[in-house]
Structures are given as structure tokens and as C-alpha cells.
């Protein structure tokens, strides 16, 4: 999948004279089908980790209001890039709409009551974490959506590809590998992971 923009779109405050610099938005067809399992199962389904607004990850990218807040996050991190245009990057971007957008599937430890029984859950090899298995609770509504992306410059033919990696409603969890941090976090080991068959509220 392939999204075409411009930086000078993302910025008014772009010098009009200068030449517009291309941004692709690209994700592999493994992430958009495992997304479509994950977080865009449909936006009139209430579980844990799908998303209430959009039922694809190009519905999502093209959104208005996703643009007007993603995209000055995605500027800021192309300009902090642009020192040093020959390294990729990996960015944990986090954006907040003033609606719901979907049930989080991640939250930290401390908005859960001391006797909810947890097992340990491992979302990655680097990871220690917690799966909640008392499904009384329901995944709570977020205004929070969390991107991963990897920003890299082709200067030989002068333009950003910023693929997605993955895409989820909620506040980021900081996994073992995670670099480049550009959000809020909750650290892997005070975090509490939601099974995807979680009802939300």
C-alpha cells in the first residue's frame, strides 16, 4: 500500500519557494493483513485493539483529523532526520483525537484493581509482560492512537518513505527493542496486554 504527499502539504510555515520534497506513506502487505486482524476488524466490532472509526489502514491515513495531528509529528521527526538524511530511523509517534477512536488493548498496571490476576505474556523476545485474564474487565475507550513507523531518505531521488510498521489505538508500551521514542510511554513491565476477544466497552 501506497500513500503519496508532500512535505511542503504538512507545514504552512514552509518557505513557498522552496521545492516541494515528496513523503510516501507505505506498508507491506503483511502488516496491512495483520493489521486487518488486529486493529481494523471491522469499525462496528467492540474488542480490545480494533478501531471504531476506520475499517482500513488507508481509511485511517486519509483522515483529516488523523493528518492534521500525524503529520506535524512526522515533520518534526524528517527534520530532526535531515542532519543525518543516510540513516533510517524507527519512530513511536503518538497522536490524540478529540473523539474515541477505538479500545486499547494496552494500559498500565495501576488503573486495575490489586486482586485482577494476571499471567505472564511475552509480545516480543525481548519482553516481559502481563496479559490481563479476568475478562469482568472491558477494554476501555481511547482517544489515543499509537504509530511505528521507520522514516528513510532516498536522496537519489529526493524524497521520504515513511513505512508503518504497525498501528493501534492506545498509549504506546515501551517493548524491549523500542529506540527512538518520540511519545509517551507506559514501560513494558508496569503494562497489562488485552487478548484481542476482550469486549470493550
Known sequence: MIIDFSVKELDQ?????????PLCIVMDTYHVNRLARTC????????????CRWN?????ICDDEV????????????????????ERRTYTLSIELENPVG???????????????FVPF???EYTDAFLLED??????LTHEITIVCEIDYFANR???????????????????????????FIPASEAVFLDFDRDGE
Open 40 to 51: 481494523f476488524r471491522g469499525k462496528d466490532l467492540k474488542k480490545a485493539g480494533n478501531f
Open 56 to 60: 482500513s489502514i488507508r481509511e485511517f
Open 122 to 124: 511475552h509480545p516480543n
Open 135 to 140: 475478562h469482568a474487565f472491558k477494554a476501555p
Open 67 to 86: 493528518q492534521d495531528q500525524l503529520f506535524p509529528e512526522l515533520l518534526e521527526s524528517i527534520q530532526e532526520m535531515s542532519t543525518r538524511p543516510l
Open 158 to 184: 529526493n524524497f521520504w518513505v515513511v513505512a508503518v510498521k504497525t498501528i493501534y489505538p492506545g498509549e504506546s508500551v515501551q517493548l524491549g527493542f523500542a529506540k527512538n521514542k518520540k511519545t509517551k
Open 13 to 21: 510555515n514552509f518557505d513557498t519557494t522552496a521545492p516541494i520534497v
Open 103 to 117: 479500545w486499547s488493548a494496552t494500559l498500565p498496571s495501576s488503573m486495575l484493581p490489586a486482586d485482577a490476576l
